[in-house]
């Protein structure tokens, strides 16, 4: 059975536990960055940032709110990226787990097109053209292991296990949150296997936090695939 994420936003505190953790895990290096005026470092995703705790400071209502988003790649059920890649065995899908899967393969690839292609503007590429992206922590699952990022977490918002599972405790937190927060949401839940919970507009978290019906750059695979079966299903309950 394939597995799914939850990641709960309200829950999320921004202690960057996750974000250091998959760096851990992967090997990867940190990155020389620079004090911008905000809690959020580095400033984007990139080939050696997998996992990226954003922060945005936003006036609602009357209040002024923390608005956390560990971004990562979503690991789409009818993933673009890997309808894009014209070697099949650059971009897969492990048919355990469901995790998409980038190879060394993908230098062979158009590095701006495979970007393009994805509506969340999660894939990075290194000099070389090698594209790189959260992996889902794919060994540690299929050794019994929670992705390194859900492990670490110190609060429950991120939650990792089989999809069905993940889908039941999804809807039941979204009703629960929606006592507090009327407009929460989840997002494209039917589209990806890593779903985010958000308290409001999904756009004031990032402005890729949900899927576009029209990404820049959009190739003609992507565009058939969502004639077929519109990508976006954000999921109000």
């Known amino acids: 059975m394939s597995k799914s994420f939850l990641i709960d936003t309200t829950r999320c505190t921004a202690c960057r536990g996750c974000q250091v953790a998959c760096k851990q895990w992967h090997g990867l290096p940190a990155e020389h960055t620079t ?16 996992k990226l705790v954003r922060m945005k ?4 209502g009357d ?21 894009t890649a014209d070697e099949p065995d650059a971009i897969y899908t492990d048919e355990m787990t469901g995790a998409v899967l980038y190879t ?3 230098r062979t690839l158009f590095p701006d097109e495979v970007v393009a292609s994805c509506p969340y503007n999660i894939p990075r590429a290194a000099q070389d053209g090698t594209i790189a992206k959260c992996d889902m922590c794919n060994d540690r ?28 405790l999804a809807e039941r937190r979204l009703k629960t949150v929606q006592k507090k927060y009327p407009g929460a949401a989840l997002l494209d839940p039917d589209a990806v296997r890593v779903i985010f919970l958000v ?20 190739t003609r695979a992507m565009a ?13 309950l």
């Open 57 to 60: 400071e936003e006036v609602i």
């Open 63 to 83: 209040r002024l709110q923390w608005l956390f988003f560990p971004d990562q790649c979503r690991h789409c059920i009818d993933a673009p990226c890997q309808a």
């Open 199 to 218: 308290a409001f507009d999904p756009l004031l978290y990032h402005e890729s936090a949900i899927a576009s019906r029209s990404p820049v750059g959009m």
């Open 35 to 50: 004090n911008r005026g905000g809690y959020q470092n580095p400033p984007d995703l990139s080939f050696d940032t997998y």
């Open 141 to 168: 699952v299929h050794n019994g292991l929670e992705p390194a990022c859900v492990k670490t977490c110190p609060t429950g918002a991120m939650n990792f296990g089989d999809r069905n599972e993940i889908l039941d």
């Open 104 to 106: 060394l393969r993908t």
């Open 224 to 236: 058939l695939r969502q004639m077929a079966k519109p990508f976006t299903n954000l999921m109000r």
